[in-house]
């Protein structure tokens, strides 16, 4: 049991320095090359931090499906989005709500509403393919539609690489050359490609320690991976958008996580709709409903007046608080 523990919990922070160093390193990439901060905070920050509890179902699902990796892989791909739109969200919302409080900010969010609806309306979009129009029994529509939504995603690339935004802010020293001012291109991608091998060796850890401890507690592997892997995978998102929105850099802090939302709703499902069953239900349907809602009020609130964002950001605590009881009243039945 200790050992599994010592998997679990050696897997996850090799999980997460590596998602900091993969970060770090792809902003960095983005300041060398002039890119836009909405390009920068919606893609390379949001792939970066999303990253984690992405490789975290390829992993399961391609070295240990015999097992329990399947179960695990799909609770992974749905708990991401689940908890970046009722957790991840209502994090900056309360950080904004409570710094307001104590007089460190203003509560109307500085934000690129552009950026953030064209995030939600593509996440809402895919996610809802995900869910509802995916073709269970046929294995040629199926490889069609998880091909759409990767050309889905790559198209919104595209439009967040062509859309107006303001220029990135300075980023922080790179890790792997903390006292250059400005390193050189190709130690910036060496620390990327670092960071990916690391992530791979850290999830194979995390995921043999997840299918250990759930089944010696009993429980779902499926609702175990859906619950607690993604909190712990996307602490990078969680912990860098309260930095930026303490610091005022609300454009990186609230596009880092829609970002990552259009990310998950995309590129992890299509690798599900392909390599798993994909047939979702109970539980696992609703918190891909939960999400939708909670993205879908966000983006309603977001035509409102600003002041009434960060209230729109909190919101989605309720619909995670009860899914939490809902998932321990399935547990106690």
Known sequence: MLLDIGLFIGGLLLILIAGELFTNGIESVGN??????????????????????????????LFFAENSGTEIGIGAILGAPFMLSTLAFPL???????AYLLKKREISLNIEEVGLRRDLVFFLFAYSIALFIVPYENH???????????????????????????????????????????????????????????????AHAFVHGIESISLKFGLSPLLFSLLFAPIATELPEKINSVLWVLRGKDSLAIGNISGA??????????????????????????????????????????????KLIPFGFTAGIVLYLIYIYMAVSSIKV
Request: a negative charge; proline letters at 4%; aromatic letters at 16%.
């Open 32 to 61: 060398k090359l002039n890119l836009s901060k909405n390009f920068t905070g919606s893609v390379l920050a949001a792939v970066g931090t999303a990253l984690p509890e992405t490789i975290l179902p390829i992993i399961a699902v």
């Open 92 to 98: 900056v919302g309360i950080t904004v709500l409570i």
């Open 140 to 202: 040629i529509l199926r490889i069609f539609t998880a091909i759409f939504l990767l050309v889905l995603y790559f198209f919104y690339v595209f439009l967040t690489f062509r859309g107006e935004s303001e220029d990135m802010e300075e980023v922080e020293h790179l890790y792997f050359a903390p006292k250059l001012a400005n390193p050189p291109l190709f130690l910036m991608i060496f620390q990327v490609v670092f960071s990916l091998i690391l992530m791979i060796g850290g």
């Open 261 to 306: 939302m259009v990310f998950q709703s995309t590129i992890p499902v299509s690798f599900g709709i392909v390599f798993t069953h994909w047939n979702l239900d109970g539980l696992a349907f609703i918190s891909g409903i939960f999400a939708i809602i909670a993205g879908f009020f966000v983006l309603t609130l977001s035509y409102a007046n600003k």
